[in-house]
């Protein structure tokens, strides 16, 4: 026993656990100590690092993995908005101006340009497409709201999607349109999966 001679606080043994390291991607039994692995490898080991008040776990030759925590996410589509403009705590034009622009020009060839994180007050009136243009007009950008349910566009990502007109939509999905007959900006009120399809399908997601 060693750990500053307490032990483990929690022995997991006979077990097949998955690493996720190239260089040791196998093992098994696992020392967990304050909430921490701090140890994997052999059940032998493993077993060294017991203590009087070690708990133990037989994991019956199951897997063992590293713990997944998350909420809500949506595990492919947070990991694909990695490489997005991140917009949240942006408010004010100027401020998201300056974000997108300069996100921009890190990209120039970049099909489609997409913002995510949005909040619906990020600027004092309803975000039209005619602020987006005014920011990027010659570019396809499009950013969704923190929530996923609304994504607005600027008039040349409309275009290019073959949006700006309107289009017919699944249930639960809007594209919004204004009075003369052509989107303010905002093209949904969309289920998750279906929230930026219509632009970044058609377009090409290229925002790497």
């Given at each position: 026993?060693?750990?500053?001679?307490?032990?483990?606080?929690?022995?997991?043994?006979?077990?097949?656990?998955?690493?996720?390291?190239?260089?040791?991607?196998?093992?098994?039994?696992?020392?967990?100590?304050?909430?921490?692995?701090?140890?994997?490898?052999?059940?032998?080991?493993?077993?060294?690092?017991?203590?009087?008040?070690?708990?133990?776990?037989?994991?019956?030759?199951?897997?063992?993995?590293?713990?997944?925590?998350?909420?809500?996410?949506?595990?492919?589509?947070?990991?694909?908005?990695?490489?997005?403009?991140?917009?949240?705590?942006?408010?004010?034009?100027?401020?998201?101006?300056?974000?997108?622009?300069?996100?921009?020009?890190?990209?120039?060839?970049?099909?489609?340009?997409?913002?995510?994180?949005?909040?619906?007050?990020?600027?004092?009136?309803?975000?039209?497409?005619h602020h987006l243009d005014r920011i990027i007009?010659?570019?396809?950008?499009?950013?969704?709201?923190?929530?996923?349910?609304?994504?607005?566009?600027?008039?040349?990502?409309?275009?290019?999607?073959?949006?700006?007109?309107?289009?017919?939509?699944?249930?639960?999905?809007?594209?919004?349109?204004?009075?003369?007959?052509?989107?303010?900006?905002?093209?949904?009120?969309?289920?998750?999966?279906?929230?930026?399809?219509?632009?970044?399908?058609?377009?090409?997601?290229?925002?790497?």
């Amino acid at each position: 026993m060693s750990v500053a001679d307490g032990g483990a606080d929690l022995v997991v043994v006979n077990g097949r656990v998955l690493t996720m390291d190239d260089d040791n991607p196998a093992a098994e039994a696992v020392a967990v100590k304050d909430g921490v692995i701090i140890a994997i490898g052999s059940r032998a080991s493993i077993e060294e690092l017991k203590g009087s008040a070690t708990k133990v776990v037989d994991a019956q030759s199951g897997s063992v993995l590293p713990g997944f925590i998350e909420a809500h996410m949506h595990l492919f589509g947070g990991a694909a908005e990695l490489d997005n403009l991140h917009l949240v705590g942006v408010h004010g034009f100027d401020a998201l101006r300056d974000a997108i622009q300069g996100f921009a020009a890190k990209r120039p060839n970049a099909r489609l340009l997409i913002g995510a994180g949005v909040d619906y007050a990020i600027l004092p009136e309803p975000v039209t497409r005619h602020h987006l243009d005014r920011i990027i007009p010659d570019r396809p950008f499009a950013m969704s709201a923190s929530d996923h349910h609304t994504m607005w566009a600027n008039t040349k990502a409309l275009e290019e999607a073959g949006l700006l007109n309107g289009k017919q939509v699944g249930p639960g999905n809007e594209i919004v349109m204004g009075a003369d007959g052509l989107p303010p900006a905002n093209c949904a009120r969309a289920r998750h999966s279906d929230r930026s399809s219509s632009i970044s399908g058609r377009i090409g997601h290229g925002s790497a």
